[in-house]
């Protein structure tokens, strides 16, 4: 079993849809839980991070975190097209030192 | 946050030769870290740079095969050795802010023929 585990799509919402994007782990150590987007041919940005269980809400994401279940979430309201990318999930023990572990992405299309 | 400079963005190259890439930070940091992300693959952490040692590398990865330098705190250069078309990958440089917090470079794209 993977340690984190993230469905690839592709998803493909009209805009202006709620989209939910998820991952499940393995490792009840983890502590730090992120969500990355990533673009084209670009490198990963970080969108938000949560440390533990608990919601987070910045702007129109909302990223959950559901320590009993091992199961993270990010919801994008109102979805745009400028929001068509690949969000990448990431978790680590905590500390600068800690090893982040990825899921392999989700590729999100949001057509207008 | 931090500003990652990455060069260069993409490279076509023969097997058997080397590239090296680079990656310049806007601050000095401790820590770099360097990934790859293979088609429908999760990012790889392949080795972690300290200023002043030998870098660190991940299970799967060598020094031969990825030789890392790392002169001073605001740069590092990953060389892929040796090249064969299972290398064809995108790699990037990252540091970390805080405890959780990861930036990347913009990659660069290497196809081996």
């Known amino acids: 079993q993977k340690e984190v585990e993230q469905d690839p799509g592709p998803l493909s919402v009209p805009e202006g849809a709620i989209v939910s994007l998820n991952c499940t782990y393995s490792?009840?150590?983890?502590?730090?839980f992120m969500w990355y987007r990533q673009y084209s041919r670009k490198g990963p940005e970080l969108l938000m991070y949560?440390?533990?269980?608990g919601n987070k809400e910045d702007g129109r994401f909302t990223a959950q975190v559901d320590k009993s279940s091992k199961y993270i979430s990010l919801f994008i309201r109102d979805s745009q097209p400028s929001d068509s990318a690949t969000y990448l999930c990431a978790m680590n023990y905590g500390g600068s030192q800690g090893n982040l572990i990825f899921g392999k992405g989700t590729k999100l299309s949001v057509k207008p | 946050s931090a500003v990652i400079s990455q060069k260069p963005s993409r490279d076509i190259c023969q097997r058997g030769t080397s590239l090296t890439i680079q990656c310049q930070v806007d601050s000095q940091v401790t820590m770099m870290f360097w990934y790859r992300q293979q088609p429908g693959q999760s990012l790889t952490l392949i080795a972690t740079?300290?200023?002043?040692?030998?870098?660190?590398?991940e299970s799967g990865f060598v020094i031969d095969k990825f030789p890392i330098s790392r002169p001073n705190l605001t740069f590092s250069t990953l060389t892929v050795s040796n090249m064969s078309p299972e290398d064809s990958s995108i790699y990037l440089c990252?540091?970390?802010?805080?405890?959780?917090?990861?930036?990347f470079g913009q990659g660069t794209r290497l196809t081996v023929v």
């Open positions: 949560t440390y533990s269980s």
């Open positions: 740079a300290n200023q002043g040692s030998e870098a660190t590398y």
């Open positions: 990252s540091v970390r802010e805080g405890r959780a917090e990861a930036f």
């Open positions: 490792n009840s150590a983890f502590q730090y």
